[in-house]
């Protein structure tokens, strides 16, 4: 059974930054991309970031693109998301996902086994 559990949200001032962990188990984390969503109240869960499976190539949303940096550890299953220079339109519910194959992709049909979310919560 795939299991993908996010931690490291909580509430911060504008400006601050948060990271985030997520730590995959039942799958062979080494071969699949990974990516963040968010979803924000009343709107619908849009792509953040996404590695292809060796950590080699990302890939960002406009909006968190020199700001965000996603990072993943193969040995520890476990991807990242480095949130720096937080804004108010950053807050959120954070999704950590695993790509059906080894490179990134911006659509949701794209990933098959997804996190149960982490809020984020940017105070102006």
């Known amino acids: 059974q795939v299991q993908l559990v996010e931690s490291g949200g909580g509430l911060v001032q504008a400006g601050g930054s948060l990271r985030l962990s997520c730590v995959v188990s039942?799958?062979?984390?080494?071969?699949?991309?990974m990516g963040w969503f968010r979803q924000a109240p009343g709107k619908e869960r849009e792509f953040v970031t996404a590695?292809?499976?060796?950590?080699?190539?990302?890939y960002y949303a406009d909006s968190v693109k020199g700001r965000f940096t996603i990072s993943r550890e193969n040995a520890k299953n476990t991807v990242y998301l480095q949130m720096n220079s937080l804004k108010p339109e950053d807050t959120a519910v954070y999704y950590c996902?695993?790509?059906?194959?080894?490179?990134?992709?911006?659509?949701?049909?794209?990933?098959?086994?997804w996190g149960q979310g982490t809020q984020v919560t940017v105070s102006s």
């Open positions: 996902a695993t790509a059906r194959t080894r490179f990134v992709s911006n659509s949701e049909s794209e990933y098959d086994y």
């Open positions: 039942g799958r062979t984390f080494s071969s699949y991309a």
């Open positions: 590695v292809t499976y060796s950590g080699g190539r990302t």
